[in-house]
């Protein structure tokens, strides 16, 4: 992509004019911190002051102990190690088993091309309760619940068409004068996927596994069925539970350090993986 | 190459997070998976056994506290395994699939009615058992040294009228007051029926005090109840299990609402409540009333102030073609077996030591409720309770069978909460109700 | 080519078998047992009795899965075009070349990583609430105040959970516009300022019609999760189900799992029959919207 280049007085004008878009996405964007802000504010209080709705006073001070309270009592760090595990597993050998596939559904021409194409798409469409039940009802039988590498299992299972899916459109649009180049210089078509196309489509793929990441690092439903177990549960049914946990002892300064506890890793490490996405964004979808 | 390089930072940082959080919590946790220990701290487990038990409560709740300490005593001195499973809530939906696959459990507990009703055909028979002697019985047998009134109601709601299930916490759905707030409005007497109940909604309002309260997890009990004080406890269960409100009671009822809103004795906050804001009004003292179980002064022990006093009465009679106030949702939680375990005696023996002795009295004592031992005393916050409970001749079903139906519970919530909050009248409440 | 064709299956085996395990297999299952009566999800297949449409006559006589229908519907719509028009517009604004654009872009799509049970609790306990949260204090700000709104009311939590949801939702999708945006070659805009064209126009003209694909892409995403909305309806009502915030997904888990209230039957024929009726309004979605964005540009 070429970027366009403005310079001198323009670049004022221009910022000018774009004013009302700044002012927009600005309110945006102070609203959110407003949510986070008060959740934050709302950990060092206590319950009695939250529901008095005297907190921003904090006239008895910041109350550090909830964090420690929220931390000893539940054991947020077992729910991060699991969490961690789960994606980063799923989230590479998704890429691993979709990549390829997407690579020959959008370069080769082949019977059934189509009919696989519209049936990974189909995939997308089917909620995930209607695969949960059956997959219930046979991994109970085989009594592999709470068993964390099935769950793994099925989330790379359910993210390969979507994957695939996301992908098809890098791959497509790779030029095919590459493939051509490396069959004259005797490279063999295995290799050329591997070594030329693959890290040719790298914004795609680190943009969908951060989708897949971020997706997995969040996921409730399937969780909370097959890996409920203290010892297994990822972080977003660890919250829930803490959450849950926190109502009945009506502990809410308590509950909503737990809740920072939980979001502050999350959001760095966001903050660590969108700066990924910049950079491939950015530096990799060069045309021409 | 990126790709790699951005993978590798990120599973550092990963595992710098790891490390750090790991070594806090394993120094500071310490009623987590008591499991883990026990089988540590005995010297020869006697025959390697291993219990499973899932609990109701959570780890953080005072209970799941008390019940992990009890298990870790019994695990030390018998050498048996016990995983502890803290489920939270869910265990209303986790257990019976669990259950059904296979897998082992050999302990649980829940509320009475679940346990015995929804879950009753997993249970096993707990005559026997339970007429042995123990040793924290001193040789009598263990029916004979606990609550005798609990154990009947568990034999009564047991399959075929047998005891399948060992109760503990008992509980009574009732009126829970603040009893300072009565104080200032100058109200002496509890009050036993409607018009009283009115009477007294006045003079808390003269003081600027809100009279009542409600929320979304509680509308249906409410509307059971007071139907049921309207048209009495049979009509009340027909109308919750065919969904027919055609019941000229059913306008009685919304006019009573109507009435509450309109003269200002109920929550504006009320029908917005979603739980569990109704009891954090009660907390910050600015509503005198609720309707609910002898567990809250628990729920809301640490946002209310440290001298709170409460205060429990039975639902108001509304009618004399309804139900007196002897007819009371009493109840408790109980423990319950597997009828497939494979230790049934060993299983027993740690229900005993939760209902008896020690830890039957830290129980009730930590979670504010009621020990299971013959004639103990209740805490302070539920002495009025203990009246109620005596004094029951009839048992309600939860919310008078008015939560079985998802569609009805839904309806009410939504019907009441706008009755409430004077978006709908008593007749439109009656005409919704009846579609 | 037929050298090729090994490399061809090798490729695609592992992405194939893993849909044949674990999309193909259950849902032939889930439509079968949408057929039959079955009590637990976990029943072998002898405890099955056949029940003919009974299933689907079931949820459609249930007042409050009818209700659940609406509720998506409403969310699909409503919430779909609000959620489409805010990102399209974010992502404009952020692709016409304001500084610090990472930063927005960061700020923006933050809700959506952060998870749906704190967000949830956050809108509940702060924004939502009648006493002291923000809503409520904004409108006493500007004297309002005496006429506190229920805005978890019965007659509003839905749209207060939609609103809660919705702003969850437009950074992902603004993201996917933006990609779509800057695949666009700037030359093309070059040339049409270059011949008088203005921002409106070159909107109109160029970004719009370029952005078909992204914009399927976007719907099809949309609906998919749209149809599995779940945890907001569980934060907006923890304990049973309420008429405003019901979406087919909470009823089917209260069906097949049992709901809070003491005494439940499970019903996972229902249930299953639930998950066949969804999964026919996305198809039915899915090929709607391919008929309608038809796309001129390269994606699948």
Known sequence: MVKSVTGGTKTYKKHLKLAPGYIIVSIWVIFTFILIGWVILASFSTTREIFDGQMLKFSTGFHFENYVKAWKTNKVSVYFLNSVLYTIVSCSIIVCIAAPASYVLARFRFKGNNLLQNMFVSALGIPAIMIIMPIFSVVSKLELTNNRWLLIFLYICINVPFTTFFLHPFFKNLPKSFEEAAAIDGCSPIKTFWVIMLPLVQPGIITVTIFNFITIWNEYFMALIFANDNKLRPVAVGLYSMVQSMRYTGDWAGMFAAVVIVFLPTFILYIFLSEKIIAGVTGGAIKG | MKKRASILLIFIMALSVVFTSCGSTNSNSTNSNSSESSSETTTTPAKNIKLVYWTMWNETEPQGQVIAEAVEAYSKQTGIEVELNFNGRDIRKNLQPALDAGTQIDIFDEDIDRVNSTWGNYLLDLEELSTKSYPSTNGKPFTEVVNKALIDIARQVGPNGRLSSIPYQPFAFVVMYNKDIFDQAGITSIPKTWEELLEACEKIKSIGKIPWTVDDAYMAALVGYHLARTIGMEETLKIANDNSWDHPGVLELAKDWEEMYQKGYISPNAAANVWPAGQQEIAQESVAMYLNGTWLPNEIKSSVKPDFRWGTFAYPSVSSDGDPITYNNIGGQCFAINKNTQYPQEAFDLIVTLTTGKYDTKLAQESLGVPMGLDSDWPEQLTEAKTVFENTTNRYIWAVGMENSADVNAKIKKNFALLISGKLDAQGFAEAMKN | ?300
Not at chain 3, 34 to 55: A, I, Q, R
Not at chain 3, 126 to 141: E, K, P, V
Not at chain 3, 235 to 247: D, E
Request: charged letters at 15%; hydrophobic letters at 50%.
């Open chain 3, 1 to 300: 080519m037929k050298k090729n064709r090994a490399m061809i299956n090798a490729f695609l085996a592992p992405a194939v078998l893993a849909y044949l395990v674990v999309f193909l297999y259950p849902t032939l299952r889930t439509i079968v047992m949408s057929f039959f009566k079955v009590e637990s999800v976990t029943d072998s297949v002898s405890k099955w009795k056949f029940f003919g449409l009974g299933n689907f006559k079931t949820i459609f006589s249930s007042e409050l899965f009818i209700t659940s229908l609406k509720n998506i519907g409403n969310i699909w719509l409503i919430g779909g075009i609000s959620v489409m028009v805010l990102a399209l517009l974010f992502a404009v604004i952020l692709t016409s070349g304001i500084k610090f654009k990472s930063f927005y872009r960061s700020a923006i799509y933050l809700p959506n990583v952060v998870s749906a049970v704190a967000m949830g609790t956050m809108w509940i306990n702060y924004i939502y609430n009648t006493d002291f949260g923000l809503l409520n204090r904004i409108l006493a700000f500007f004297g309002q105040g005496n006429k506190k709104v229920l805005w978890l009311g019965p007659d509003r939590i839905f749209w207060s959970m939609l609103v809660a949801y919705c702003f969850g939702m437009v950074g992902y999708h603004m993201l996917i516009f933006m990609a779509g945006i800057e695949r666009i070659p700037q030359d093309y805009y070059e040339a049409a300022t270059i011949e008088g064209a203005n921002i409106w126009d070159r909107f109109i003209k160029i970004t719009l019609p370029l952005l078909k694909g992204v914009t399927r892409s976007n719907i099809v995403i949309w609906t998919v999760t749209t149809v599995g909305f779940f945890v907001w309806g569980q934060i907006f009502s923890p304990v049973n189900l309420s008429a405003g915030t019901a979406a087919p997904m909470n009823y089917m888990y209260e069906l097949v799992f049992g709901s809070s209230s003491s005494v439940t039957v499970r019903d996972s024929g229902a249930g299953a029959a639930i998950g066949v009726l969804m999964t026919l309004i996305v198809v039915t979605v899915f090929f709607a919207t391919t008929f309608i964005v038809r796309n001129d540009d390269s994606e699948m």
